[in-house]
């Protein structure tokens, strides 16, 4: 399954849209066989069709596993002692390797935030968000914030 740009999304609150852009490191789970998996990749967020960007060899297990079953989910957090600010997204989505525009944009949009990357023999790979929640203890312990 390959994802091509299509927009149209419902708009994101922009306190997610913050939050995945300050961050650049993402968890994602993959299950195959009822065998879950999970990886840690640099990403960066694609606002217009809220989407998160990232690279990994299909050599992986989770590379491979992404041709059996796209759909994952994962997470992206604040790492802190402090309760009171804890925050982080858990999400859902299906993930692909881009085509056409999206797979032009997201590249140039990788590349700039990881200009190393161009050195690199790696796939580029989208996960089109279809569900986010999103905790923020600055808004009240156990404040969630949720997508769509």
């Given at each position: 399954?390959?994802?091509?740009?299509?927009?149209?999304?419902?708009?994101?609150?922009?306190?997610?849209?913050?939050?995945?852009?300050?961050?650049?490191?993402?968890?994602?789970?993959?299950?195959?066989?009822?065998?879950?998996?999970?990886?840690?990749?640099?990403?960066?967020?694609?606002?217009?069709?809220?989407?998160?960007?990232?690279?990994?060899?299909?050599?992986?297990?989770?590379?491979?596993?992404?041709?059996?079953?796209?759909?994952?989910?994962?997470?992206?957090?604040?790492?802190?002692?402090?309760?009171?600010?804890?925050?982080?997204?858990?999400?859902?989505?299906?993930?692909?390797?881009?085509?056409?525009?999206?797979?032009?944009k997201a590249k140039w949009a990788y590349l700039k935030r990881f200009p190393p990357a161009a050195l690199m023999d790696t796939r580029l790979w989208v996960v089109m968000?279809?569900?986010?929640?999103?905790?923020?203890?600055?808004?009240?312990?156990?404040?969630?914030?949720?997508?769509?």
């Open positions: 399954m390959r994802l091509t740009l299509t927009g149209g999304w419902k708009m994101t609150d922009k306190r997610i849209v913050r939050f995945f852009r300050k961050h650049h490191v993402l968890t994602i789970a993959t299950t195959v066989e009822n065998e879950p998996w999970c990886a840690n990749c640099f990403y960066v967020y694609l606002e217009e069709e809220n989407t998160l960007v990232f690279t990994t060899d299909l050599k992986t297990r989770h590379g491979q596993e992404f041709l059996k079953n796209p759909e994952v989910a994962g997470s992206v957090v604040l790492e802190t002692m402090i309760v009171g600010k804890i925050r982080g997204i858990q999400f859902r989505g299906i993930v692909s390797e881009p085509e056409g525009e999206l797979a032009a968000l279809t569900h986010i929640k999103m905790t923020d203890n600055r808004l009240g312990f156990g404040k969630k914030l949720i997508w769509p």
